[in-house]
């Protein structure tokens, strides 16, 4: 499908892109922030991925109380599908992407537009601060924000303006994004990065502000981080047979630890190996414990029970997908 055309651009407007499917407990507030910016210039498109709750319902409702909301419909079902139909219907200057399970403040848009004018940028974003509502919800959020878990994955827990290689839920300059005809369509998982490597092979750099917000919504279980992750691993996967080249020492961390652990469990019931095996599982157990142990401070009670849980969930889920998803694709590399 080719993305390069779309509405004509606005010099002043603004589009916000929220895909969305079933966020009935949350589309509500995110519109409230979203209209409530102080950049008032906006064309707020949501794209709905075929609810079958009262996500629509709430969006028309928004619709006809405020000109500035448009609904698009994504049948596939598909998250870059959505972000290509919002860019085919964007009639702004510049596009930012919101999740449909999240809240901004009031600065949000016109923090990043501020930056994007300067026209030094291919893109912008801030920190993504994750949100708990359980026990292990607080946990996980808690867990997302260390350096134990996430690597140089700086969005997660940077305080200084830096230029970076990915930017969550960016905003991007709209001719950009048509030019590169928007988002990969096959990249299931993993498109927002897939998207950020192809601006930046440009030669435009992201920037990272970290003044720049936004709270969202994360797994509020382990076993949905932990799906949640093998699905990342398994979008990394694509992403490296699109451009190789774009592999980082975070990108592989997770699949060695998976690698070094399975070993040392084989080697464990042994007595001739069982050293060996406790060499091999050994550094990812003090990976576990230093993360818990620096962790632990910012949760209270029982939600720290969650913490060691959280971080392994994460870190076997993202190497568990990895070698899932490069095995299934063995077979399409054999000569």
Known sequence: MNHGGGAAVDQELVTVAIPARNEEA???PLLDSVLAQTHTELQVVVVDGVSDDRTRTIVEEYCAADPRVELVDNPDRVIPIAMNLALEAARGRFLVRVDAHSRIPVDYVERLVSHLRTGRWGGVGGRKD???RTSAGRAIAAVMGSRFAQGNSVYHYGTT?????HIPFGAYPVDLLRQLDGWTETQLVNEDYELDYRIRSTGAELLFDPEVTIDWDCRQS????????????RGKVQT??????SAGLRHLAAPVMVASVATGVALLPWRRTRRLGLLAVGPYAC????????????VAGGDRLWVAPAFVALHMGWGLGFWA???EHLPARRP
């Open 26 to 28: 949350t589309i509500g």
């Open 130 to 132: 994750a949100r708990g």
């Open 161 to 165: 303006e830096q230029v970076v290689d």
């Open 222 to 233: 382990v076993p949905e981080l932990f799906r949640q992750y093998l699905r990342y691993g």
């Open 240 to 245: 490296l047979l699109r451009h190789p080249e």
């Open 287 to 298: 990976v576990v414990a230093c993360g818990t142990a620096s962790t632990v401070k910012r």
């Open 325 to 327: 998803e490069a095995i």
